[in-house]
């Protein structure tokens, strides 16, 4: 159960971005700070990108492990922002 509770408080931190899509020798780190520029995200607040091999769903979900639950509150904010920008 401990295990389990590890697992989840991690996850935590994580965000699932969908439907970008993919390029050769694309660093997913550019890719989601380019998207959303207007948000005061660094490199520092991402630890990890990386693209999900999910089957043969294309284009593959972007997994992103932010640094911190902040940050990723920032970026899902500012992508409800921009969603409602591009509508």
């Known amino acids: 159960m401990q295990h389990d509770d590890l697992e989840e408080y991690t996850r935590k931190f994580n965000l699932e971005i969908q439907r970008i899509p993919e390029k050769i020798d694309e660093d997913p780190k550019d890719i989601v700070l380019a998207k959303l520029m207007e948000i005061d995200l660094t490199y520092d607040d991402i630890d990890i ?39």
């Open 49 to 87: 990108t990386h693209r999900l091999n999910k089957g043969h769903k294309s284009p593959r979900p972007i997994i992103v492990h932010f640094s911190n639950y902040y940050s990723k509150e920032q970026m899902c904010q500012g992508a409800g922002n921009f969603a409602r920008k591009v509508v």
